[in-house]
């Protein structure tokens, strides 16, 4: 008769260590994982702690860490950050952030609207959208990359800020793009379907911008927004009517210390009286003055394509020898 105690056989227990050993590693990543977000969220409060100390103020109200098994987020229902030496406060809504378990370099995020901001040279500004993402390529010291994007964005000048308030443009789809270039800060951004709340027929314009900020990193890390000592390489810095008529500029610029402007633009114009009209439609008030300095294109014998360079001496704008306009001090 068989014995009740007979030996588990070889291919059952092979079963029954590959279970346990599995089982183990399991508890073994919950454990690592809950390891790794305990350090992200420590040093996240740390990072708020330390700004809190540093003379500025900023919150991740409800700071937590989500995601097992195969993410790990930061997660927060509001953002706050204040840099009252540099004249910085915004807020927004809950944050949303997450990078995969298996490549944690790359951080993708969602943050939901309103958002208020304040910078110097702005109005203070209300800020509402449909969708809003993030994306962050990590690396040390910087980040290699920063990306924005939306849909439906919206600004509008807030409340009570002096006279003027109501919406100013949206955007039914806008990038940012931002990476270190040494000291220097490389940005990027094209927008489309942008409409000037001071249009009266609505005329949409899409653009690219594409400019390097001298000692850009530097001014990024200091939350510095005050343009007074700035200087910039644009790359490119094009507006297109969807009518007709676009406008594409190329140059360096700098902003001295009186916050007056130095450069020389290059500037290639494409339908110069579409796109006229289509700026004078949006801006009214200044219609003479774009009529004006849309017509000092020099035609460069290739139909409805001009070119005009433009200088900059102390604010001062000129065509050649003859002063356009004056740019007040930043």
Avoid at 37 to 43: M, S
Avoid at 50 to 71: D, T
Avoid at 260 to 279: M, P, S, Y
Avoid at 289 to 296: D, E, F, T
Wanted: hydrophobic share 45%.
């Amino acid at each position: 008769m068989p014995s009740s105690h007979q030996k588990t056989s070889g291919p059952a227990k092979r079963i029954m260590m590959l279970a346990a050993a599995i089982v183990a590693a399991i508890a073994l990543y919950a454990i690592g994982w809950h390891f790794v977000t305990g350090k992200i969220t420590a040093r996240a409060d740390r990072a708020i702690s330390s700004a809190n100390a540093g003379g500025q103020r900023a919150s991740c109200e409800n700071l937590e860490a989500r995601g097992f098994p195969f993410r790990i987020g930061i997660f927060c229902d509001s953002v706050l950050y204040e840099n009252r030496n540099a004249g910085v406060f915004v807020t927004a809504g809950a944050l949303r952030s997450a990078s995969q378990v298996y490549r944690p370099a790359l951080v993708r995020g969602e943050i939901d609207p309103p958002a208020h901001l304040e910078i110097p040279g702005l109005v203070p500004l209300d800020l509402t959208w449909q969708w809003l993402g993030a994306s962050m390529r990590m690396s040390r010291p910087l980040p290699e990359r920063l990306s924005l994007s939306a849909t439906k964005l919206q600004a509008n000048i807030s409340e009570g800020y002096s006279f003027e308030s109501g919406a100013l443009f949206t955007a039914e789809k806008s990038e940012l793009h931002m990476r270190p270039d040494g000291s220097n800060l490389d940005v990027a951004a094209t927008f489309g379907g942008l409409v000037f709340s001071g249009s009266p027929g609505g005329m949409p314009f899409d653009g690219e911008i594409d400019i390097r900020i001298d000692d850009g990193i530097n001014r990024l890390a200091g939350a510095n927004m005050d343009p007074r000592g700035l200087s910039a390489d644009i790359r490119k810095l094009a507006l297109a009517a969807a009518a007709g008529g676009a406008i594409s500029m190329t140059g360096p610029l700098a902003v001295g210390t009186d916050g007056l402007v130095d450069g020389e633009i290059e500037i290639d114009i494409t339908d110069a009286g579409k796109l006229a009209d289509a700026l004078a439609e949006v801006a009214p008030a200044h219609a003479p003055q774009i009529r004006s300095l849309l017509g000092a294109a020099n035609d460069n014998g290739d139909g409805n394509k001009a070119k005009l360079t433009l200088r900059l001496v102390k604010g001062k704008v000129f065509a050649g020898l003859f002063p356009l306009a004056q740019i007040p001090p930043l």
